[in-house]
Structure formats: C-alpha cells, structure tokens
C-alpha cells in the first residue's frame, strides 16, 4: 500500500496480511487524529496499521498496543524488538514446508497442531497468519484455531517478512509498551492529552455473539463498549473508533449513541468481497467515530447530513 505525503511516496510497511485491519483506510482514519499528542493508544491492536503509520507521519512518540489475542501481540512484540530474530525462526518454518516428503498443505495442519497443542510462538503464530484463507484467523468455542489453509499459496516470502519487520521495528522500537488484557483495563491507563484508536471486532463476529461467526477470539458487547467510552468522555480523553457500517443501503450493527456526543463519519473501504462473491455490486462504508474534543472533525463535518456522510472517503 502506498501513503501519499506531500510530493513523495512512502511505502507503509506491514508484517502480514491479517483481515479486519485498516491497512488500506489508515490515511483516511488519521486524518482525524491531532498533529501532535501525547501517547496512542490501541486496545484492539490486531497487527498495529495505525499505529505504524501514526509513527511514520511522526505525530507521537509513545505507543500502547494490546490485543487480546496474545500470541498475536506476542508476535509484534518480537516483530518490533528483535526483527531478525522473529525473520529466521519464520523463515526455518517457512522452508519445512518444501523439505523432501512434506505435503505442504499437510505441513501446514502440523504447525497449527502445534500451536493449539501449546507451541504458540511468534514465528508459528506469523506462518499461520501467512497462510490461512484470507489472512483470517478463526476460532471454535474453546478458543482452538480451526482455519484452513490457503492452497493457492505458500505463505509471505522470508525476505519480505525480513524487511517489513525492520522497517516497523525501526519506526517504533524503545517506543511501544506491549500487552493482552480486557480493552478496559488498557482504557484505564488513559490520560487527557493521549489519544486513543479503537477498532473493536464488530458486531455479531464472535462465539459470545452469533455461535455462527468466529471471526474473533473474544467478542465485545455493545453496552459494556458504550459505557467504556462514556467514561473515557468523563476524563476528557480523546478517542477515535472503527466500528461497523454500511454495506450498500444495509446498516451493520447498531451505531453508537448519539448523547456520546461523536462525529459520525462514514468511509468508503471499497467493493464488498462477500457481496461480489453474491453477484453484487456494493460498496463498504465503515463508520468512523471521532469524539467530542477532535475540534478538527466536528467542526469539518457537523453540518453534514446522512446522505453527505457517505461521500467521505471518495465513495
């Protein structure tokens, strides 16, 4: 993905494909955020697009990220302070998977064996991401990863794992604290002047939700979410949240209550693969929420009504 700034272009580094993250609407979603501030802080990190990218534009020097999914921060952990080392340990597992007498869809099963058996370290938990169907992880019941391989690819080469990785190691290295926890316990080390970025799994896309949909690891539930922004409100604490949408003329989930006081943005996130798949031609506008102390926001798009809100993003 290329980020335009000013009259260069900057290549925005990124460790794997991993759906769900705003990787391709990141320049859209930090518009919004201040030209400077003190810390960012992300309690649904997933593999840290906006932070990377906050880093890049040089807003902030201080990162938070957490996710609930501890091998996931485990692995941009090892990605931000030891690169090379998290490179080699992926690209010895990357090459079993073409040793003499390996069937590489089989090896594949072995290594997620391995990992739902207990051996959940950064490189396994890389490859997996590298090769499942659509960089999506997913998760039955009792918290074991259960997705297919993708058989039309081996994985990101080693070489580009070994590049990506240094790049985000040397934007945000001696920088970022790390860490797994419930996303209210990381929103009670917020203070005025942070800010934080919030991309929860959306709604109806987990085991606690819709038995159907396990999409994630562990869901959040609308009015506990409601409540943890209210009392971010309460201690004038800056935040800015991706959360459900549109998909065509359909709404997705439940929006945000309006006594919360936030800009409600839409962005165009482009053709909806699960709509095309339908033989539809529909376009995803996910909403972006930006709160009540982003003067920059309210006062662009207060006046703006439904219909105007969903050219934002150049739909």
Known sequence: MIYMKGMNDVKVPHLVQYQGSKRNIAPEIIRYFPEKFNRLIEPFSGTCAITILTALEGRTNSFVINDI????IGMMEECINNPQALASSYEKIWLGQYEEGENNISYFYKIRDEFNAGQQDPARMLFLLARVVKGAVRYNAQGVMNQSCDKRRFGTKPSMIAKNAQ???DLLKGKTEFYSMDYREILKIARSGDLVYMDPPYQGT???ENPRDNRYIQGVQFD???EALRDLNTRNVDYVVSYDGMTGDKVIGRYLPEDLGLTHLFI???LSAQATLNGKHEITRESLYVSRGLKRAE???KQLTI????VVGGA
């Open 224 to 226: 506990d979410f409601v």
């Open 206 to 208: 987990s085991n606690q």
């Open 167 to 169: 790049s985000i190691s």
């Open 307 to 310: 219909d105007e809100y969903l």
């Open 69 to 72: 999914n501890a091998p996931l």
């Open 299 to 301: 006062d662009k798009y």
């Open 268 to 270: 165009n996130a482009g």
